[in-house]
């Protein structure tokens, strides 16, 4: 199964671009699902006898109240001891955040399905990029405050809360955590899948440099590929109206940035009108093969780990850091991890067993990639050792 993310600036047409595509592929005899909460008005009414994509619509209130019902239920027993009263469902309204655990649901949900592909409606940069950071951040939280390891000693928690005088996390506390590491694990295997990619809408212009740039930064940092990058709502070059035709040099301008920083943009033309209905968007779909990655676009950069020259020599950890300067980067090493932060973005990477028993020794920003040094402590290796692990 294919899995195409589809993000861009906030009003660069992303939810128009996601249905065209998915509508393409329908046409093209594939079995698709678009997942999106705002495509309906965009998809208007099919078209007797022409097939369309199946719809999926989260449902942040529904998940909501189900999610938090469900896990009252589960945690009764400790809640009356508190003298808590149960909510209902009535009385349940979502919270802030309900949007994008319902939007992952949705994901994890259309992976299961039998489709050929899903397109889905994700929101605007840089929305987008914290999203699917999301499951990996919290698997870490969970994992930081209660360790899967210390379920093992469950029999012995009657006798330790005794001997420590406080009481230990119930039961109930650990099998509400692994039930939610098994969800977050689940959703970050569609997210992490090399069937799934980013797909960036964008309309050229001075604001939309400035997004990208930025959010290239935070897909890199987390190890996104970008499959294609579309330049929407381009107004006709040879157009005699003065006014229209600077808008549109103004545009080719900072398209060829875009071509610049990707090396490959698809082109779609302005309407002239909010594109609704199939008719408007099989004229948007963003050329053939849509749920294939553009041929002409550079390839995503990866990181990689390099081999000393020499027995006990510097192994370095290069990372891709994309159009970052020195000046976005901040690095911590933090025990057997490292915090990157990267513009706006920061993440917690943890070292590969051979960079464990390295100190890091330097940095550097070498075309595109940040260049991370780590050389051998004597104190954690064995005398005469050759350092010889490699980590991908």
Known sequence: MRI???TGPGGSGRTTVAAATALAAARAGRRVLLVSAEADAVLGEGADGVPGPALLRPDPA????REFLALQSRSAAALDLLGAVPFEDAELTELPGSTQFALLRALRTAAAGDHDLVVADLPPLPEAVALLALPEQLRRYLRRILPPERQ???A????LAQLAGVPMPAQWLYGTAARWEAELAAVQAVVDAPSTSVRVVAEPGPAADDALRTARLGL???GRTVDRVVANRLLPADSPDPWLAGLAAQQRTHLESLRAAYGSV???PHLGRAPRGPEDLALLAPGEGTDAPDPGLVPAPR??????AEPGGVFTWRLPVPGAAKRDISLVRRGDELLLGVGPFRRVLPLAPVLRRCTVSGAALVDGFLRIRFTPDPGLWPKDAVPSERTP
């Open 152 to 154: 093992a000693a469950r």
């Open 266 to 268: 698809h082109e779609v």
């Open 4 to 6: 195409i993310l589809v």
């Open 62 to 65: 529904a998940d909501f109240r």
């Open 220 to 222: 890199a940092l987390h």
């Open 303 to 308: 990181a990689a780990i390099e081999d000393p």
């Open 156 to 159: 012995l928690r009657p006798m």
